[in-house]
């Protein structure tokens, strides 16, 4: 079958548990042999978490903080990119360094487009996160501090419908994004192949496998959540082990260029 540009479609393999258990070995791996890489950039978007949250408090929106941390998760595939990269290049044997890393990924033009469908997901995800707020809380909320907002949330009916409802189009958006990204990034790396078909191939994926796949997701979820607790600087650690894993599981998903 032929991709929108014209070349044949990637072949998606079927995966099982142990597939996951084995990429997240090997990317436990990457992380020990070259950790400073991993902490850069475990460290930018832990920076960019805590920068957003004083935004937030500069301007008296500290109680969007829960919501932020529950959608921050949806950009970590675009941070990880150039985790992608290095476990790629760790394997081919290639050097890593940070020029090689960055002359890669201004090649691949097609991850801008990826990286512009993540964050219009997160945007959409913010915005429908305020209209909840507006419906059901009341259109000029405003709360002075995040215990404030938990409060009204855990203690108040229209607060639990709020929680019921934006947690499960989070969990919706979650899932869709993660079907959209979860092969794509690494795929537009490694191969030739437009952002449409990358997309498509992954949710091909999520399809083939939709146990482990979900399984997967839930552990990502699971993961970022806890680690964004603490300020966000458990995510120095998280996202590379994450970001290397990823890669691994990739290349289990997809099935190598006939030679």
């Known amino acids: 079958m032929a991709s929108v540009s014209g070349k044949a479609d990637p072949v998606v393999r079927r995966i099982a548990a142990a597939d996951i258990a084995e990429a997240?070995?090997?990317g436990l791996r990457d992380f020990q042999a070259v950790p400073l890489y991993g902490l850069a950039f475990g460290a930018f978007y832990a920076a960019g978490g805590i920068a957003i949250v004083l935004c937030l408090t500069a301007f008296g929106m500290v109680y969007l903080a829960y919501p932020l941390?529950?959608?921050?998760?949806?950009?970590?595939p675009f941070v990880a990119t150039g985790l992608y990269e290095v476990?790629?290049?760790r394997e081919?044997?290639?050097?890593?360094?940070?020029?090689a890393i960055w002359a890669t990924l201004r090649t691949r033009s097609e991850i801008g487009w990826m990286a512009f469908v993540t964050l219009f997901v997160f945007v959409i995800w913010m915005y429908q996160v305020r209209l909840l707020i507006a419906l059901l809380l009341g259109?000029?909320?405003?709360f002075s501090s995040l215990h404030e907002f938990i409060t009204v949330v855990l203690t108040t009916n229209e607060g639990l419908l709020f929680l019921a409802i934006g947690n499960a189009v989070g969990a919706a958006l979650s899932l869709i994004l993660f079907s959209l990204t979860v092969v794509s990034f690494p795929l537009l790396l490694d191969r030739e192949v437009d952002f449409v078909t990358a997309m498509i191939t992954s949710v091909r994926a999520v399809v083939t496998s939709p146990l482990p796949m979900i399984g997967w997701a839930a552990l990502i979820v699971i993961l970022l959540a806890v680690s964004a607790m603490p300020y966000f600087l458990g995510l120095v650690v998280t996202l590379p082990v994450l970001g290397h894993t990823t890669w691994h599981l990739y290349r289990r998903i997809i099935a190598p260029v006939p030679g």
């Open 87 to 89: 476990s790629r290049r």
């Open 92 to 99: 081919a044997g290639q050097p890593v360094s940070v020029g």
């Open 69 to 76: 941390a529950a959608g921050f998760a949806m950009i970590g």
């Open 139 to 142: 259109l000029n909320a405003s």
């Open 24 to 26: 997240l070995s090997l």
